[in-house]
Structures are given as C-alpha cells and as structure tokens.
C-alpha cells in the first residue's frame, strides 16, 4: 500500500485517490474557511489538472477566483470548477430528472459534477407524479440515456415511476424540499428506500454530487467495454 | 343535549350517535372479550337493525354467531356482519384500488364497511405505481367513482398519481406492508401526507374501516342533492 | 393522453389540469423567485381567469402586482390571489374551525383558498377543547355546515370531539403551534391519525390549502347532484 | 441518614420507605422470578402489614399465594394484593375515568393500588371524546372528586376536555391500546404532555399504578389540613 | 352549561373560567401580537383583578404596560404580572428545585405564576445529581414543602432522585438545555416519564407554568381541608 | 403504451415488464399464500421461462415444487428458483462482500438473484472493519470485480472502506442485525447514506434483492457496450 | 500487515487477534448454528487456551459441551466459557453496580466476561437512585474499585450520581428494562449520553459484554505501569 | 458526607468536587452571562489554581479576561483557560484522531481539556475511513498512545477501524458534521454505539469534553501505577 497524500496540516490531500478511486478527491466546501478550501484547489489542480468544489459560497468561490482565475461559480448548484476532466467518450448520457422547480438546486448540482467529470447529461425538469403526463410526453428522451438520477422532495414517489418505464439503473436522490410531514427530506428518503421499483438506489437527502459520482462510476465501468 | 345511551358497566351504548354522526356505533373488536363483543353487538342490532364488527378473530364471531345466527365473517377483511343499512341511493360508487396484493386485506376491510353501510363500491387491486400501464388501462372506471379510497403500503406513492389523474376527492389509505425503512407504514403514511397531489386526505396506516366512513360520510352528503 | 402544457424552462405550466383536476395550477410560492412567480402566474391567469399562489411573501406579491394590477395579498394567510373561480352555486358551506388564536395563519389559507375556488365558508375561531362551551355555544352553525375544516395544533384534540357532533365529512388540520413534545406539529398529527371519531381525515402539518381543495372537490361532487 | 434495609442478595428490600417516602416498597413482577416475588412479598408483609404486586401473571401469584394465603389476584389490573393500608380518613374520593373500553387495565390497576393504599375511588369508563355526552351526563359526579386520573389511548385527548370542566389536579395517563400511528401510545403521550389543560400532569404510557401514587401523595397532603 | 365568553373576533375570552377552573385564563404571548396580547390582558383585569402574561417579549411588555401602569416583567422567566390573586392561606410552600444554573428560566416561569396565583414558594437552585452533597445540604428544607417543582435538563435525573427523599407530590419539568443527544429535552422527558420515582408526574418541556398550576391546584385542595 | 399484463383477479402478472425493465417479474412471497405464489409463479414461468421468488417460506416452496418440479429451494437465502436467464456474457463479476457471519442471508439473497439473471458473482464473507486485514487479504480480488455489493449490519462501515479502495459502483445493503441501538437496521442505513465514500448508493434494509437488480441492471448496460 | 486468520468458510476465525487487540475472539453467538458456534469455539480453544460465547441459548451450550467438556453455561448472563485467561494481576477490581433486580442479567453478562479475561469484580446489586441510602451505605466499597460498570435501565440516572461521588472512569451502560416511554433502553441510552457527570461514557443497550472489555482495556493499561 | 461548596445564588461552586472526582468544576459556558462565568471562573481559579471553561464565546473570554489576565482563549476549540494542572507525570499519551477538516473543532476541544489537566496529547487529523492508507501510515504513531479519541462525524466508522488495529481504551466522539440523514450526529452517535470493534465507548455529540475527562480519569487511574 504505496499510496501517496500531501500534508497540510489541517488536511491531508489524497493524489494517489485518482489511480485508486478514479477520481482526484473534490472538496465540500461548507465548514472549511475560504482559505482552507483554496489552499486544498490549488493542490488539486496542480496534481490533477481540475477541481471540483460542492457546497460552495460566494465567498469561498472569491477566495478561489483570486489564485485560480480560471475558476468558475455555479450559482443554483453552489458548485466552483476549474477545468473539467477530458470528456470519458461515453457512449451513454446521464439523465438528470427532477420533480419540483424547487429541487432544481440538487439536479444542478448533480449536472455539475458530470460535466466536471467529462460526462454528457440531459435534465428534464418538472416532471413530479402528480401531472404524469409532463412525463410520459418525454419518455423517449428518458429511454434514451444509459443512468437516470431521479430527484424529489415531498412525498418522492417520481423514482418509482421512472423505474417501472425504463430498464436502466435509477439513483434516487431525496431533497429537502417541503414542509410539516417531509421531515426535512426523511419522507422522502424512506419513500425511496422501500420504492416498489427494483432497480432504485438511493443517495443521501440533497446529495445531488453522490448521485453524479455512482452514475459516472457506471458509465466508466460500460466504457471500458467500448474502449476495449 | 338529550342524547341517550345505554350502560352496560364495562361500555356505553351510544344509540343516539346514528342521529347525531348518520351511523350507528361500530364494534373494535381487537382488545374485546367475545362475550363483550356479543353483548354490544346484540344491542345494537336490537336498536339499529345491522352491526358491524372489525378487527375481529374467528373466536369473536364465533362468540356473535351463536347469538346472532345471520351474522357473516369476512376473513381477509377480518370483520363481522350482522344485516346492513338500506341502500343508500346515491349516484356514486367508491372506487377502492390498492397498489400490491399484499394490501388486500385493509381494501377489502374498506368494501366490507362501505357495503354494510349500503354504497356501492368498485375494486380495482394491484395496479401499483411500478407497472403504470394497469392503472392507465383502467383509467376510465377510476373516472367514473365519485370518491376513490387508494390503499398502498411501501412508499405509498399511489394516491399521487391517482389525484393528477381524476377530478375527486382521494382519501389515501397507508398499510403497514412492507419491511426496514417502511417502518411499520409509516414510510408510507409520511409520503401520503407530503403528496403533491392537492386533493388527498389520509387516514391511519391500515384503516381501512376510517377510510370507508369518510366515503360514506361525503356521499350521503351528495345524495342530499339528489333527494332534495 | 393529449394533456397539453407550457415549458417555461424552470417550469411546465400545466393547462390541462383543470380539466383533469378541476381546478387550475395553485402556485407553491416558497423556493421560487419572486420572478418565476410573476411569470408562472401570469400565464395561469390568461389561460384560467384567475390565480392562487400560496406561502407567499411581500416581496412575491410585489412582484406579480406590478405585472397584475388586480392581485391582493393576504398578509395573515400568506396568499396571493388576482381573480377567483365563478360561485360554485353549492348548497353548502365549509365551517373553518380553529382550536387557538395561533392557529389563524393556517385557518385564513384554507379560507382564502376556498373564497378563490368559488366557495362559500364560515369561520368559529378560538374554539379549543379546554374550554367547550365556546364550542358548544355555537353547534348549530356548526352542524349546518356540508364540510368542516378542523384546524388545531398542541395535542390536537378538536377534530375528534367535532367529528362526535356531526355529520359530516371532518377534514383535520395539524398546525406546528405548541413546544417541547408538540415536534413541530408531530403531535397534533399524530393524534388526529389516531382519533377516535371514524370520519376525520388528515393533511400534512399546516397545510390548510390542502384541506381546502379536498373541501371544494367534496363540495363539487355534492354540487354535481343538485346541478342534475 | 440512617435508613434500614435489608439485603435479599438478589435484592435490597427497604424497610425505611414507608417513613421516607409515605408508603412501603411496591413490587413491579415483570422480570422478577415468582420465588423472587414471593421472598420480597413475605418481608414487606412482614415489615408493613400489606403488600402489592404490579404487573403480575397468575405464575406470581400462585406462587405468593402458597406462602400467603391472604393474597388476592386482580386478573384485568394483573395485580396482587394482600392486605391494605388502613383507610386514609381522606375527605376525597380520586375519580378514574377511561376514554373506551380497552383502557380498562390501566384504569383498574389504578383503581387496585389506590384501594390498598386506603383511598376511595370512583369509576367512570367508557367516556371517550368521540360521545362527549356520556361525559357531560356524569359532570357532577366528576366534579366531585378530588383529584382525577384520566386513562385514554389512541389520540388522549379525554385530559384536556376533563381538565377544562373542573377545578382540580388532573393526573393523565397515556395508554398503548390503538395501532399504526398511535405508536404503541407515543401519540397519546404526547398529546397529553403537549395539552391546552393547565393542571394536567402526566405519567408513563400504561402507568396507572404511578398516577395512583401521586394520587394518593396528593390526597395525603390535603388530608394532613383536616387532621391538624 | 351557562358560562360566559367575551367574543374579540380574533379570540373568546373565557370569563366563566374561573369559576370552573379555580384561576382567570392566563395569556400565552407567543404568536399573539403585542395588540391583542394587550386586548386580552385589559379584560382579564377588568374581571378578574389581576393578569398573568408567559412567554411574553419585551414588546409585549412594552404594549401591555402602556394600557396597565401597574404591569411588570420578569425577565428571565419571560413573564408578564399585573395585580395578583388573593393570598392563598395555603399553610403549604412550594418547593422549586433546578438542576443547573441553565434551567433557571424555566424554574423562574413557575415561580413567578405561583406568586401571581398567591402561593408561597422557596427556590433551591444549581442541585443536580452530579453533586448530591448539594442537595443533601439542603434536605431539610425540600422536606418541609408541600409539593416539589424539580426542574432539569440533560439526563433530567433530579426528580427520582428527590422522590426517593420526601413524602410529597414530585412534578418534574424536562428543559431544553442540553446538546447532541438531549435532542431538545426529549433525553429529559423520556428520564422522567420513566422515573422509577413512583410519586413523579410530568408536564411538557420548558413548561414551569403548567407546573406551577397543577401544584396551584394541589394547593388549593389541600387548603379546602384547613377553611372547613 | 400498448403493455400487456394478466389478471389473475387478486394479482396482475406484468409479462410487458421484460421488455419494460429488462427482467420478468419476481414474486415477493411474503404475505402471499402458497396458492397465489404458485399460480403467478406458473404464468411467468410459461411467458419467460424461469421465475424467482424472494422471501419465501419452505410452504411456499413445497406449493410451488408440486407444480413445477424443476424448482429449488435456497434455505438460506429465503429463495425459490426455477430455471434462470440465459447467461449474461458480461465480462464483469459481481463482488458480493459481507461484513459479519449473521449478514450471510441477505448477502445470499443477492447471490442467488444474480445467479438468475445469468450473472456471476464471487463471494467475500466475514470481512468487516473490526479486522481490516482480513479484507486488504483479499483486496485484489476486490478490485477485479466490476461491481460490489456490499452488506453489513451493525454500524454499516464496510462500504465506506471499500468504496476508499475500489473504482467501481458500490452498493450498500445494510442489515437489520444487531440489538439495541442499531434500531431494527436504521444505524447501519443512516451510517451507509452518510458514508463519505462517493460512489456508495443505498438499497433498503435486508433488501439484498434490490441490491441485485440494480448490479445486473448496471452490467447490462455495460454489455450492451461490449455487444455493439 | 501480516496478521493470520483461519478460514471456516462462512466465518475468518481471527487468530492474530490476541496479538492486535490483547484478546482473542469472543463469538457473538445469536444468529449462529450450534454448529457453527462449536466449530469457532474448537479453534478459539486450541489457539488461545480458552473462549467465551455471549448471547448464548442452551442449545449453543449442548453443542459446545458435547465437543468442549470443560465449557461450562452462565444461565442469567447467557455465556458459555471454557477456561479463562490468566488472572491479570492488576492491583484493581472492577465495580458492577446495577440499579434494579431486572438489570440483573446484563450485569452478569459483564462480570462473567471480566471472569473470563482474569480480572477480579465485585458486585452491587439494586442500588438505584430512588432509595440513593443503599448506595451510600457501600460508598466505600465502590470508591475502591479501579473502574465502575454502572447498568441501569427506565431512566437511567445511576452513572450520574455515581460519577459524581467518585474519581474513577465510570462506564455505563442502558439495560432494555422498562415499557413505554423507555422505548426498549432509548431513555436509559439517551439519559446516559446527556449525563451530566464528566467521566462517563457509554455502550449499546444490554451490552454488558462491551462495558467489560472496555474496562479490561482500562485495567491492562493501569496494568503495564505495576509490571514495569 | 462533609463535602463544601460556596453559594452564588445563581449556582453554588463546588470546591470538594475536587478530593471527590479528581479535577476541579470546569464551567459549561452556554446559557450563562459572561458576567457569571466570570464570578465562578474567580472562585474556581482562587481554589484550584487554574479553570477551563468550554463553549465559551469571545464576549465570555472578554468578560474573564478582564478580571484574569492570565486567562487565553483557543478560538477554534472555543475554550478559555487560565493556568493548568501540574503536568501528570503520566508514561502514556492520548492520541486524539480526527476523521474529517470539520471535526477539528471537536478534536481541539479534547486537546485543550487535556493539555489543562496536565496531560500529553498528539494529534492525528483528517485520517477518515474512505483513504484508509493515511491512517495505516501513521499507526505506529496511533499504537504508541495509551488512551485513543476517536473523533468523527458522519457514518462514524473510524472508531471501529482503529478499534481492531489497537490493544488500548477507545472513546468515540460523534460530531454533528454532516446533513440529511445524518440527523445533527445522531448516524454518527448511533454507528459508534454498534460499533463491532468491542473496546469501544461512546460520549454524546460533540462533547470532546467528555471524552478528554474519561481518558483523564483512565491515565490517572493508570500513574497511581507507577506512582506506587
């Protein structure tokens, strides 16, 4: 076990993560000081040529901005990136589908992350259980990718639905979204968990960046054969 | 307040209760000795002229029987019939759906009260949102029910679509099918109640006999139209 | 299935619904923009005549009031409202009843969404179990009622002495008034799941337009019959 | 602090209690072998004068029996007694009043240990708020009392009604009788402890034996005024 | 059923209360706004003399005290008083017992609505169980009231342990201090509902005022006893 | 949308579900009588050529075996199978790892499902976190599995481990072994969508089923790569 | 890395253990074959000299005594042991205090594991904090332990006062003695974790088996200090 | 029992606590005025020689240090201490591992609290089970303490690894870094309380302080050792 990390005192930055896990390790922003998740970027991009920064605020984003010009800030999805992986020449696209207006914060997020890691996606807003029909207008499209990333708040019946009219493997990602009963997201994380939908796996409330890692980590494990 | 009932030291009687809530008194028969059963249930086919008894065993009715030979057992549904109300006339029927097989027996607790209470009803099981193509195919009978009661265990995602199809009230039934995070039903009982379909009420998991009195209670109140 | 909808990108506008559902799109004002609001509203109205957006803020209804002359607010219910649905023509009024004075934020949205739908309503308020004279003092109002709304939180105990002095359908209200064991509402929930009167039905914690729409498709139904 | 007690191995049986805490140790059965009830049984006889036993199956008390032959079984309150404190002289009575029929265990083991502890009571079953007639019918006798325990499973909300129509403590006792979200007497407990009745106190779910102790502490008390 | 309410519109002030329940209503601020705080308060005084205010602001205060020039406020309980009841006469004091220096809002809330009630009270503060001596120091004083108010948070320990020691009613109040696993005084709550204690009673979280009104109506029982 | 399924009266068999999801349907045994189990296992068995059935009792079984004697039974894993899919020609294996000895039905559960769909898999059992080295003994194979599944109880840890040392999808099963804090299951479910490995998605508890649809969803989309 | 295990199959009997973590394996035996139990107990024995077997039924027993004629069975605290290590010769003993007769077993369950590992105890039966004179009558005995092992269940408070009147680290551990609001040790649990005295930490319910390796940790450690 | 303490009024500061537990009163700085921690941080100071007081906020330490010069304030740890204990003289050391950047606040807690007491500590941070090599790089360090901290918000898995990797007393500290199913720490709490490594105890959410006084108390315990 020769893996290699760079110690800086308040962290230690994993670059042999890349050859072991496929991915150079990305930053969760919230409870690091803007200067803490800088210091984390500029040794990432310099190992691994881009980075990825979840959780992100305006402020973390400045204190980035300001070493890494290059850096962008994607609002809705509180995301920074700087560069982007090579794209994976992927054969398959990620659906990205949401339920609410209001859960478009988690899809974007999600979106971000695929496209950081060279993956292509498609998103198809709106499309909540209660107006099917939004729904079964697009199913072509939805058919069409090879991973579907499925996010609902509320009662998050929509992975269910998808899941029974597709056969490709569904991640579920519970959101927040929603009041009394919703439980902060628990509603709708124990809908998804006992969905009658075989093929659903479920990612923690708002987790729309572990949602894009397990469809990326798909999508790599089919490109392989491809590559091959 | 002249109501009147009558004491049979371990329980009142309430007779006055079919004038003041439109029914007579129902026997919960779970937590009742047989004998007590009986003795409640003989008086109130005396005052009212039909009873019924839910959650009850075979040794509850065996107990009834003996007394009251025309009454009925009704295994899956686990109740007691003794007579019924008169039809009720109404234009409606109550449509009953439920999403597994496994929600059979709350569903049919629902059509057995409804009967004894003189509406009409109309089943339509296992048309669970995993398999959308049953429900769509039967769209229009689900049309045509003035109230429909939805039963569904798991994630209990039913009665949402259900209500984004149909112009009528919905009241969602949660069961306690199911196993890990349905925790008993209230997986399900929690997504029903964050339903993003506007129109749905719930009641407790596995009342089936809760959900058929509210059936009753609105359509008598739309047959009251129609006599006036 | 030829529902039709608008894509607005953030959204779809569902046109249909009204013919499907009875009742036009109601607006979720919480985690939209104030814009996304205008926008959304703006189309609703010109297809339907009239628009309800609920948990609105200030700031949502100043911005559709720029763009809809004819909108109000409804600062203790937090809903916006331009226009409204013609008179039902109903026999029948919904009775809002409500446990304290806390509990009026909640009450007032049921009462606002029913006024919009056409609706005829009354309101007794402050009529809590600790003190039933209150409520006694004004059964017959009460009685006279086709529907009632139960608004109540702490322990939630109104719904079921109501649902032992009428009917009539109850449609129970949990509010997060209370503290400590009250759980944001959990309890008051909890309690009307498991009243004891057989025809109360529940909604989601503070959602009073939730009862209001099962209310007025209660009421449409029970129109149908005297419009025949 | 020199308070006595004597030490069984397997248990200390406190002969200093009555003087420190007003009445001698009380057995809770459940989890103690019947030789293990029947050795502490024979020295608080021994000690006291009386004994009692809660939560105690016919194995506990054939066992006490063989040894004491005075013993009594109390088969719904699953009590042993033998012998009894001698009567209070106290100018009350404690009323006990049970929501329906199922609670009548609770109540009764409330009714036995305050009968052997030398207090008089009063029952009043079957008085859910679902027929508040049944209440109101007995109103004088209720008001009489000097202390009331209330006994109610489902939503408990018999409390809070009682509470407001006297002028006395108010001891609530949830119980576990219901199913689904009455979670095994969860509701009920908090609907009492979140209750809009100011004198209401409450005990553990199925605890009638401690409402009782506070019962008789409280009647204690008062009855030190008319003895002085 | 002849008694008497005064009809605000936003609220029923209950001026028959007293008669039925011993004590005028008590206004809960929380929610209410400092008008109708005052509103309220003004009647109350006009019946019945004097008025207790809880949870009560500085703004509400400020309203109040515009109108009633004699009102004052307790800070740290959050309490508003203007006049008092009558002296009670009780030959009882009741003892108020606070685990930590962070439960004194709380203990206060109960003191503070005693002394608006004419009751007697003697605070021992800073007594938890993680320092015995503490409480033994002062054993002889907690032994010579009448009831025991005992206030904790944390593992809310204090009250079995109090009950162990004297002969009287216990009613113990859980607190919101704590952290982590006290979740918001439910670790406090569910210690004292499962007391081993037998004489302990419980009231909801933070609730010195309910408290202070079952011990005000012990009080008062007992004191029936000395005026006959 | 022109699927078809058959009506068996308390049950539709979906035979458009292959087509639909990639799989016929698998019966859910538990809470179906042997009857009903054998009749939907007949019609499947006829339209697709084999059928799995989960949760299954040994009755179950015995039905099913007189009927289709082809049929076996995995003690186990809780399983009936009767024939499979013909094999997958995926290039990719299965890892199917366990954390303790107790986890083995559900891991099992997983493997015989696999085995169905024509998938293999390889074994890894008893290798929790408490003796890392028995894990990292066999690390390589680890890494040359295309997917992993990944089931523990207790505090839920292996996924996060394995998901630090593997570039593959990780699919986490927790399992309802363990007592008292692991709730029934709901420690290692909380810990596993909490894990800070990224790429780890969550089935429900025990559910090792669902665990195997999603990895053979997974290597049929990676197929189709090495197909074309 | 090169610990050794011995492969069963369905178990990685861990022998470089002893090695690692100071003692052998201890085998958790619900959930586990007779069988199986005997085949790990044979290699434990013959590797380490001798073994202990927790949550152990009769059953497991006769199978190990069968195959190991020294094993002997602990009834109350469910173990199996054959041999024991040898004594510790640590100049300290652990303290086993239990506050109820019903905490018995689990306290057993760590007195019959010290046994095992050669350390020394004493035990204190029944010193719960409702009758804290017990407690202080063997406060000497206790100040003289090297570790106390407190097992409680309702409420919990024992660690609390106990680590307030020593200086010592005090292990506590929730016993699932209780009904109600103790949710199966929940309270116990939750108490211990908010416990207000400094030195405490805490185990799973009923783990008496965790609470005595700690403490064996604890005492090997003074241990090293003497030997050195 | 002659144990002092000297009255504040508002808390009674406890100067035996010392003789009997070991340390001094530290002051738990929340919910108190600066203006009280300063009146007990004199006391404590001019009895012991030196205070800690945790979960202080700048305007606490401002508030002190004005009074005592000598006091600091450790930012991040958000502690403030003036003087310490005289260096223990204890062989071993405690090895403080933190999971995650974000658990540093907790892990800085224990640090300060052990350095106040006099004992040596080494920090090892950011060492999370998903790059498990930055752990196994440092484990001889982790095997050299004496006493092991386990910090670790999350799933809370790292103490289970460490657990199996080590011979020595293992205390886990949840953190509650994290969101979503996390619940505040409770995933975290819960997974360490289930842990299967058997060494390990638990303290409540956050509290490093708690853990640092347990592995105090253990190295104490441990010098009386060598001190002999």
Chains 1, 2, 3, 4, 5, 6, 7, 8 share one sequence.
Do not use: W
Not at 156 to 182: N, Q
Not at 191 to 212: E, H, Q, R, Y
Request: proline share 3%; hydrophobic share 50%; charged share 20%.
């Amino acid at each position: 076990m020769a893996d290699a990390f760079e110690e800086l005192g308040f962290a230690k930055v994993d670059h042999a993560r890349a050859a072991r896990c496929g991915r150079p390790e990305v930053i969760f922003c919230e409870g690091k000081t803007p200067a803490e998740v800088t210091a984390i970027a500029r040794r990432i991009v310099a190992a691994s040529g881009y980075v990825l920064g979840t959780r992100a605020s305006r402020e973390h984003f400045a204190a980035v901005a300001a070493e890494l010009p290059a850096a962008g800030y994607h609002e809705r999805a509180r995301c920074i990136t700087c560069g982007a992986a090579a794209p994976s020449g992927s054969r398959h696209v990620v659906g990205i589908l949401s339920a609410g207006t209001s859960d478009l914060a988690v899809a974007e997020e999600a979106a971000v992350t695929l496209a950081a890691f060279g993956q292509r996606t498609v998103s198809i807003f709106d499309v909540g259980v209660a107006g099917l029909h939004r729904l079964l207008a697009r199913i072509d499209e939805v058919r069409a990718c090879g991973v579907l990333i499925v996010v609902a708040g509320m009662e998050g019946a929509l992975p269910s639905v998808v899941s029974g009219l597709v056969d490709r493997p569904v991640i579920a990602v519970p959101t927040s979204v929603g009041y009394g009963a919703s439980l902060g997201g628990l509603a709708a994380l124990l809908g998804m968990l006992t969905s009658c939908g075989s093929k659903v796996t479920v990612v923690n409330i708002d987790n729309g960046f572990g949602a894009a890692c397990a469809a990326d980590a798909i999508l790599r494990l089919a490109g392989e054969g491809t590559a091959a």
